[in-house]
């Protein structure tokens, strides 16, 4: 009776101990929370604005920045303006590297034409500003640059030279002054000459060069004045002492055409 009576509190012993470790089972431990940004790390920054490759309506700009704790995405959205106004927005991919940081290249567009580039040959410096965004992380960051200028097209002086035969030989020197802090592509020069009223010629001179930053290039625009070409009027010519020139022409460059005209009269050698 007495053994009976020990397996039965041992089995109950044994029971309740069970049910002891059944409520005493760990609850669940919580989610960890999202990581924070560490303090003083902004999440996208620009450390860096430069701008090269300019037209007379474009340049490009460089940004580098980095992405700090918690920001990420594939692409930076960007707008640019300037002191003017709006120079365009738009998108371009993103390749953070091991260190999250990046380096774009956002072509801008200044001015649409002559007469929108005009309001910036009225200010000496322009600041542009670049704002950037990378999923929900934003930053900005402002360039002080020379606001851009055309280039000036003159003809300070013309020779015409009486030859055998009674053609006219002409020589028009051209210059251009390009005060610009860059260089400028220019691709050619198309113009129209003309000699006591008279076209002389219509050329096309190729040119493929870089004007440089705050540069002086000349040119000389050799061309003849022929019976053939010009007609019996310039036997008469001939004899006169000075007769009126006129030269009209278009500059080529990267996304402009510059248009330039000048006139007066020349001194004819014999």
């Known amino acids: ?22 409520q005493a089972a760990p609850t669940p431990a919580p989610a960890a929370p999202e990581p924070e940004p560490a303090r003083g790390i902004p999440p996208l920054t620009l450390a860096s604005l430069t701008a090269d490759d300019f037209t007379p309506l474009s340049f490009v700009l460089h940004a580098n920045g980095t992405l700090g704790p918690g920001a990420s995405g594939a692409e930076l959205a960007w707008s ?3 002191d003017l106004g709006p120079m365009g927005t ?25 007469k929108e580039l005009a309001a910036y040959e009225k200010e000496e410096f322009i600041d542009v500003t670049l704002d950037a965004t990378v999923g929900d992380a934003a930053a900005s960051r402002s360039l002080h640059m020379r606001s851009p200028r055309l280039p000036s097209f003159t003809i300070p002086s013309v020779e ?10 002409l020589a028009y020197q051209l210059q251009i002054e390009s005060s610009n802090a ?11 000459c003309y000699l006591g009223g008279k076209v002389v010629a ?28 010009f ?23 990267t996304d402009l055409d510059e248009p330039f005209a000048a006139e007066g009269v020349v001194q004819l050698d014999r």
């Open 160 to 169: 015409a030279t009486v030859q055998n035969g009674g053609s006219i030989a």
């Open 90 to 114: 738009g998108t371009v991919a993103l390749e953070p590297g091991a260190d999250q940081s990046f380096s774009v290249s956002i072509p801008v567009t200044f001015a649409k034409d002559l």
């Open 202 to 229: 219509e050329a096309h001179m190729p040119v493929f060069e870089k004007l440089r930053p705050s540069s002086h290039t000349e040119y000389t625009l050799n061309q003849h004045a022929t019976e053939e070409t």
């Open 1 to 22: 009776m007495r053994l009976l009576s020990i397996s039965l509190l041992s089995l109950c012993a044994a029971a309740a101990n069970g049910c002891a470790t059944a």
């Open 231 to 253: 007609g019996k009027e310039l036997r008469a010519m001939d004899n006169q002492a000075s007769l009126s020139w006129k030269l009209e022409g278009v500059a080529h460059f």
């Open 80 to 82: 640019a303006k300037s």
């Open 182 to 192: 860059y260089s400028l592509k220019l691709s050619a020069i198309d113009y129209t």
